[in-house]
């Protein structure tokens, strides 16, 4: 097993879009020689607290993590938020506000796909057992799978519900403002997600004007000499480097845990952060 510190901070569990339960993350990252970790769930934070006492029994640092969806100039950007007090009500209660927000728009998509022909309920995406999970598009994807009506959850996005198919709806997105200002009142870390995803420079350029405490400077595959960029930005704004693979288990399985992570010089001081924060 390695020796090299490494943390991977940036994963989805089975409270948002991934197929992975807390505690398995936790199981696979010590599996993995991985001192560190971050389940960064869709608009929720409920992670956390599933995994926390688990991981230190297994002496694993875990960092609290959550990304809020949020939108500029008409697009999707990514906040990421770190390091906050996860018994922050502010959070909890921003995070409740997108599930409701999250359930409409779910509502929308199942109606558009009903007219197409396809018969689905909010029982056949939702279960009523689990309210803190933030359900998405991905479950009604799974939920297309499990009817039959696609092969896997890509041809669900393909075909019928990504931005632009028959059935999309654009959903209720928070400003970046919001999302950074919220993060902050919890005390936590507010950081830019994946901008290698980011195609338009106007953006990038609006994005970096903002009160960041970081960026997402390693993500999933990208190479070195891709991250360079990134990695100056952080430098000239003196800003946290995070990293991570964006692992979502079976529902990206073209995505490998711990493909993309950070070393202990970036990971300190967040980890710092956070033991100031719950001290």
């Known amino acids: 097993m390695s020796t090299q510190f490494k943390a991977d901070l940036?994963?989805?569990?089975t409270f948002s879009d991934g197929t992975?339960?807390?505690?398995?993350?936790?199981d696979l990252s010590v599996s993995q020689g991985f001192q560190g970790l971050s389940i960064c769930?869709?608009?929720?934070?409920?992670?956390?607290a599933a995994a926390h006492e688990y991981a230190k029994k297994c002496g694993l640092k875990l960092i609290p993590g959550i990304e809020?969806?949020?939108?500029?100039f008409g697009e999707s950007v990514h906040i990421l938020?770190?390091?906050?007090?996860?018994?922050?009500?502010?959070?909890k209660d921003f995070c409740r506000l997108h599930r409701e927000r999250r359930a409409a728009r779910n509502e929308a998509i199942l109606q558009k796909l009903n007219e197409h022909g396809f018969e689905l309920k909010t029982s056949d995406v939702v279960d009523p057992k689990a309210e803190t999970i933030t359900y998405g598009r991905p479950h009604i994807a799974l939920a297309m799978v499990r009817k039959g009506y696609v092969k896997d959850i890509q041809e669900a996005f393909r075909k019928y519900i990504a931005s632009g198919r028959p059935c999309y709806v654009a959903g209720e997105r928070w400003k970046v403002e919001e999302a950074i200002d919220v993060i902050h009142r919890a005390q936590g870390l507010a950081v830019i997600?994946?901008?290698?995803?980011i195609l338009r420079d106007k953006i990038v350029?609006?994005?970096?004007?903002?009160?960041?405490?970081?960026?997402?400077?390693?993500?999933?595959?990208?190479?070195?000499?891709?991250?360079?960029?990134w990695r100056r930005i952080a430098q000239d704004k003196k800003w946290l480097r995070t990293g991570g693979s964006d692992f979502h288990g079976a529902n990206k399985p073209d995505v490998t845990f711990g493909v993309s992570f950070v070393g202990q010089e970036?990971?300190?001081?967040?980890?710092?952060?956070?033991?100031?924060?719950?001290s």
């Open 10 to 13: 940036h994963t989805h569990s």
């Open 20 to 26: 992975l339960s807390p505690k398995e993350l936790v």
């Open 41 to 48: 769930d869709h608009d929720s934070i409920d992670s956390y």
């Open 68 to 72: 809020i969806s949020c939108e500029m």
């Open 81 to 91: 938020g770190y390091a906050y007090n996860p018994e922050s009500s502010e959070l």
């Open 193 to 197: 997600a994946h901008p290698h995803l």
């Open 205 to 229: 350029r609006e994005l970096i004007t903002k009160n960041f405490d970081g960026i997402e400077v390693f993500y999933c595959r990208f190479q070195a000499d891709q991250c360079e960029y």
């Open 266 to 278: 970036d990971f300190d001081p967040i980890w710092n952060h956070f033991q100031y924060v719950i």
